[in-house]
């Protein structure tokens, strides 16, 4: 597809050779040091998982890898000789790829003007558009995703949007392919069917750097570890000589066993009441995502809402924290029907949702870190109607230690955290408003094992002072570990109760797949070929 | 249970009508959809009841050729749109660019030399048309250099150029741009006045630039990085879209655009004041949002923006020939530009409660589905 791109090697004759070297390289932002003296290799036709906790500096070293950004210091070898790559583009045309962790997709373009965007088929001077269609329905069929490459990009749904970027990543043709939490949006058959790329993609001599909180898919997928902390390599092993413990021992400095808070509530009485509600898919009119759900959470209860992608687990959320519209049926917190309040008036009530899209819902990208999270629980900090700096600094610095977010100051633009950091804040700004009942959309994504505990630690303690605690994940181990009990969704109905205790893994994944019924993946919006061409 | 078995049957029956309905694009969608192009359309209905002298060939090419200048503004604006900038200095390059062609017609004095030079027609043109783009480079410079937000960088010029053009006349007009056979530089008046096969030269001119700036922003990898820029910068940048040139390029390309303009309405009058085109860049914005682009960027088109420059003109003149007082024609035209984005949001209104009417009707549809079950 690519014109300059380097051929991919021939690479199974030269299996395990050192394609890429950083060596000693250093990074600092201002007074920040990301990257303290690094050495790290890439091998051909191998799959290398860089692990390490939020903050780390894994993102930091891939971008420089990728000529995103520039190192302060050390210098990058390919192939033995030195390169020096100021653009993105100068390290594609070298070969070298990257699946950024935040997603990085223009709205207002479709998934193959996505895909093709700054290498665009040009045929006599024109974009050859047909072609570009065709190729793009090609990598999204590779990842059997047969979505319309015609759809607009902003009318996907979030692991929709991650499997282009992936899509994007292919058609670059790289011979080192770096991915940076590239399944944080992905379902569980999603990540299978992109092991499967990524094994034929190494077969024939691509190598990978895989970054990945989900520590499982490392040791399943990757040759070597590298464990990078605090900005240095601190270990580093072939995968087959490892295990889970090693790796978390590493990474956090403390054992795995204690990384989930046992979870032993007794609930009270009923304070969230939920009966029959029904919402639409958003981006798909005519459909409902949510078809009749009902459930009691009760005080001092936390409740896991497990489902594969398209189960309704997300419009369910968002439709009782007032970001969708219940179409019907009633939301009862203490009696008072929130199903037709706005969002304000639920966070007044008590209501909050932690959304699944940080940067698009989660954070306003100009504030600071401290304002960022003050954000939704301004009214506290209102003294004789100013807002108090003193208030409000003292309650961001003690939600800030809570949830444990790394910042070189609460001052510090949001945008210079890490992504797990930026996670923390997002989950700190609801702390913030002292909800009664606390919603949370995939509360990990992107967070370390070490911060996982540190946050489900939390969601404990909310539980045990009276408050209820509603999450929805799609990993097995959060919903087993850090729950009361489980509700499995599938085609937007709660399709199985079950209690944590007396289920195991296997369980709730067969419950969870054979409910799901082979749903329409493709959700064409009747807006989406709206593109910018003119008729 | 048998009674609202009873009940549900004749709202199913309601719900599927209106489903064949709202089916396909409900008339109000399709309506709001085109509505630049049918407030167009309203218009010349409005003026021709009011007055016979609308709807003639006439004064359709009369109007039409005062829509020219400002379309043609509005392309270049356009572009700067839809990488979500502004270009507020586009009215003065019109004034400047009138006044270098003014110079230069009259005679230019070059000092150094101790002579007047009296070049052709063609070299007054491409020079008034550079400086009107190097006028965008320095929008561009400011812009993708110096981090100046587009709106500050292109104010500043806006005064510069107007300052430039008082300063090189001294303030005065420049009368009588015919020029003289005996210096060989007539034909000056050909862009204001002349006619080719019958249609004014102005509008001619528009038609190219429309449909080089078409081909521009949807054809080429050019008008891709455009509509990449103005969606998500940041995403285009990580792609490999040399961002920094593209907002160079469009600077420069408004800034041609009005450097055109400013020679049409020099070469109609036959002079060039200093003070032409003074707030034309807030009929070129008009324009373009009324054609339904977004201020935010990632969002306009060429048809849009060509709409809404007709919108605008047809609309001053048509309020001129029905005799509508000066002072009332400000405030209409204020009052289409706020209707048009009105309409815009109630477009997306508009989308989300016929998303949700649908599927409210499907939970009916799904409720009837299941009571025979339940009543069996
Ligand atoms: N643009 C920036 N300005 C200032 N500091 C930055 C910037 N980018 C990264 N940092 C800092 O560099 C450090 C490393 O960040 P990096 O994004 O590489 O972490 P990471 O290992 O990818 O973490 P995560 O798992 O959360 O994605 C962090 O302390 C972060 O705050
Ligand atoms: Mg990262």
Redesign the pocket.
């Known amino acids: 597809m690519t014109t300059d791109a380097a051929p991919v090697a021939d690479g199974v004759a030269h299996r395990g050779e050192v394609v890429m070297r950083a060596e000693a390289v250093t990074k600092a932002?201002?007074g920040?040091h990301?990257l303290r003296g690094v050495d790290f290799e890439i091998r051909r036709g191998e799959v290398t998982a860089l692990i390490?906790?939020?903050?780390?500096?894994?993102?930091?070293?891939m971008?420089i890898l990728a000529g995103v950004e520039q190192p302060s210091t050390g210098v990058i070898t390919l192939d033995g000789v030195p390169v020096d790559f100021r653009s993105p583009t100068q390290a594609v045309a070298h070969g070298v790829a990257i699946i950024h962790?935040e997603l990085n997709l223009c709205p207002n373009l479709s998934i193959s003007d996505n895909i093709f965007l700054a290498r665009e088929e040009v045929r006599g001077g024109f974009v050859d558009f047909a072609a570009q269609r065709t190729a793009a329905a090609a990598f999204l069929e590779r990842l059997e995703e047969p979505l319309d490459p015609t759809t607009l990009a902003g009318d996907l749904r979030l692991g929709q949007q991650q499997l282009v970027e992936i899509a994007r990543a292919l058609s670059e043709d790289a011979r080192v392919l770096i991915m940076?939490?590239p399944t944080s949006a992905l379902s569980h058959a999603e990540v299978e069917v992109l092991f499967r790329v990524i094994r034929d993609l190494t077969s024939r001599g691509v190598s990978i750097v895989y970054?990945s909180?989900h520590l499982d898919e490392c040791l399943e997928l990757a040759d070597n570890a590298v464990v990078?902390r605090d900005?240095r390599i601190v270990a580093e092993a072939p995968m087959a000589d490892v295990d889970l413990g090693w790796i978390v021992t590493q990474m956090v400095g403390r054992e795995e066993g204690d990384l989930y808070a046992p979870m032993a509530h007794d609930p009270g009485e009923v304070l969230l009441s939920v009966r029959d509600v029904v919402v639409a898919d958003p981006d798909s009119p005519g459909r409902l995502a949510v078809r009749g759900v009902s459930f009691d959470l009760h005080a001092g209860e936390v409740i896991g809402v497990y489902g594969l992608m398209g189960a309704g687990r997300t419009e369910l959320l968002e439709a009782l924290a007032g970001r969708n519209r219940i179409l019907s049926g009633t939301v009862e917190l203490d009696g008072v029907d929130l199903a037709r309040r706005d969002v304000a008036s639920r966070i007044e009530q008590g209501l909050i949702l932690v959304p699944e899209d940080r940067q698009r819902d989660g954070l306003v990208q100009t504030l600071s870190v401290g304002a960022n999270m003050a954000v939704s629980a301004v009214n506290q900090f209102l003294r004789r109607g100013f807002v108090s700096r003193r208030a409000e600094t003292a309650a961001v610095t003690e939600t800030g230690a809570k949830v444990r977010v790394?910042?070189?100051s609460f001052d510090?633009?949001i945008?210079?955290?890490?992504?797990?950091?930026q996670q923390k804040v997002v989950i700190g700004k609801a702390l913030l408003t002292s909800p009664r009942v606390l919603v949370l959309d995939e509360p990990t994504r992107?967070?370390?094992v070490g911060a996982k505990a540190d946050i489900f630690a939390l969601v404990a303690a909310q539980a045990r002072t009276g408050r209820a605690v509603l999450f929805a994940t799609s990993e097995v181990g959060e919903v087993l570990y850090a729950c009361d009990r489980i509700l499995v969704m599938a085609r937007g109905e709660i399709v199985a109760e079950l209690d944590p205790r007396t289920t195991d893994r296997e369980q709730l994944m067969a419950v969870a797949d054979t409910s799901a019924t082979p749903v329409d993946t493709t959700s064409f919006s009747p807006t989406g070929s709206d593109t910018n061409d003119e008729a | 249970m048998t009674a609202t078995k009873n009940g549900s049957a004749p709202v199913s029956a309601t719900a599927q009508a209106r489903s064949r309905l709202l089916g396909n694009r409900g008339v109000g969608e399709f309506l709001l959809d085109q509505r630049a192009f049918v407030a167009l359309i309203v218009l010349v209905i409005i003026f021709a009841l009011m007055t016979d002298a609308f709807l003639t060939p006439t004064n359709l090419i009369t109007m039409t050729k005062h829509v020219a200048y400002n379309a043609i503004l509005a392309l270049g604006m356009l572009l700067v749109i839809i990488t979500g900038g502004i270009d507020l200095s586009v009215g003065s390059i019109v004034g400047l660019s009138g006044i270098v062609a003014g110079v230069m017609l009259q005679g230019w004095d070059l000092s150094l030399f101790d002579t007047t030079a009296y070049p052709a027609v063609w070299v007054v043109v491409v020079i008034s048309l550079a400086v009107g783009g190097l006028v965008g480079a320095l929008n561009g410079w400011l812009i993708t250099r110096f981090n100046v937000a587009p709106f500050i960088a292109t104010l500043g010029t806006m005064y510069i150029a107007r300052g430039a053009a008082l300063l090189i006349s001294n303030g005065s007009t420049f009368p009588r741009l015919q020029g003289d056979p005996e210096l060989g530089n007539t034909g000056f008046s050909f862009l204001g006045v002349g006619r080719p096969l019958g249609i004014p030269t102005a509008i001619w001119i528009m038609v190219i630039f429309a449909i080089v700036i078409w081909v521009l922003a949807t054809r080429t990898r050019f008008g891709r990085h455009l509509y990449a820029t103005g969606g998500n910068e940041r995403a285009a940048q990580l792609s490999g879209v040399l961002v920094k040139s593209v907002k160079m390029r469009v600077y420069i390309i408004s800034g041609l655009c009005a450097g055109m303009a400013g020679l049409i309405i020099a070469s109609e009058l036959t002079s060039a004041a200093p003070q032409t085109g003074q707030s034309f860049e807030l009929n070129a914005i008009a324009a373009v949002v009324i054609g339904g682009a977004s201020l935010a960027g990632g969002r306009g088109t060429v048809k849009g923006a060509l709409i809404g420059a007709f919108v605008i003109g047809f609309l001053s003149d048509g309020l001129v020939l029905v005799g509508v007082s000066s002072f009332w024609q400000t405030v209409i035209k204020g009052l289409v530009i706020v209707l048009a984005v009105i309409l815009d949001q109630s477009q997306e209104r508009l989308k989300k409660a016929r998303a949700a009417a649908q599927a409210a009707q499907s939970v009916k549809r799904e409720l009837a589905d299941r009571q025979p079950v339940a009543t069996a």
């Open positions: 932002y201002g920040t990301a390490g906790e939020n903050g780390a500096g894994k993102s930091t070293l971008k962790q940076d939490e970054i909180h990078l900005g790394k910042t070189a510090a633009p945008g210079s955290l890490s992504g797990g950091n992107g967070i370390d």
